[in-house]
Nanobody, 121 residues
C-alpha cells in the first residue's frame, strides 16, 4: 500500500506564511505528478499546485506569486510554501500523488488525509 502523510497546517494571520509537507511511503516504484488541492466549506475541491518528477509546475491563478511548490524526489516528499496568506486561502489542503507501485503495470492516484489551514486575525 501507499500512504501520503501531510503536516504543517495550522492557524495563521493574514499576510503570514505556512509550509506544508507531504511524504509518500510504501511500495513505491516511481512517482509522476505530486500536487496540492484544497477544499473550503461548501466548495468543490480545487487544484492549488502540482509538480512533475522533472520539476515542471503549474498553479491556480489565485495563488500564483504567493505559493511555491517543490519536491524532493529522493525522499518522495512534496512541499507547498504559502506566503502572503489571505482569509480566502482557508481550507483543508490535500496532498495528491500519481504513484506506480512495484509490480504494477500502471500508476494510480493517492490522497492524503488532509490538513487544515486557517487564515484569520
Amino acid at each position: 500500500q501507499v500512504q501520503l502523510v501531510e503536516s504543517g497546517g495550522g492557524l495563521v494571520q493574514p499576510g503570514g506564511s505556512l509550509r506544508l509537507s507531504c511524504a509518500a511511503s510504501g511500495s513505491i516504484f516511481s512517482i509522476n505528478t505530486m500536487g496540492w488541492y484544497r477544499q473550503a466549506p461548501g466548495k468543490q475541491r480545487e487544484l492549488v499546485a502540482r509538480i512533475t518528477s522533472g520539476g515542471s509546475t503549474n498553479y491556480a491563478d489565485s495563488v500564483k506569486g504567493r505559493f511555491t511548490i517543490s519536491r524532493d524526489n529522493a525522499a518522495n516528499t512534496v512541499y507547498l510554501q504559502m506566503n502572503s496568506l489571505k482569509p480566502e486561502d482557508t481550507a483543508v489542503y490535500y496532498c495528491n500523488a500519481r504513484v506506480k507501485k512495484y509490480g504494477d503495470s500502471w500508476s494510480r492516484e493517492y490522497w492524503g488525509q488532509g490538513t487544515q489551514v486557517t487564515v484569520s486575525s
